[in-house]
């Protein structure tokens, strides 16, 4: 079970991270660009397939223009 929750959070960083990229109104092109990561990398990230680390998460958070704080906010209970 505890690995179902994890892949569960895994998908809705992906989520979170897509949502924010459509509002931008980047393909995960231009994400990967501003965040000098790659577009497979991107992708996978979005779909819940890796296990994203903090200092990748804080290339996007940046590149997206928001803080980390902000980032989680709505995964706050």
């Known amino acids: 079970m505890i690995k179902d ?4 959070f895994s998908l809705d960083i ?8 459509m ?6 092109e231009q994400l990967s660009f501003e965040s000098q990561l790659h577009r497979t990398y ?7 397939e890796r296990n994203i680390t ?4 804080k290339r996007i ?9 902000e980032f989680f906010k709505p995964f706050e209970k």
């Open 23 to 28: 509002i931008k109104g980047w393909s995960q």
């Open 54 to 57: 903090l200092v990748n998460l």
């Open 61 to 69: 958070t940046d590149a997206l223009q928001i803080s980390p704080a």
């Open 5 to 8: 929750k994890k892949f569960n």
């Open 42 to 48: 991107i992708g996978s990230v979005e779909r819940g």
């Open 14 to 21: 992906g989520k979170r991270i897509k949502d924010l990229r």
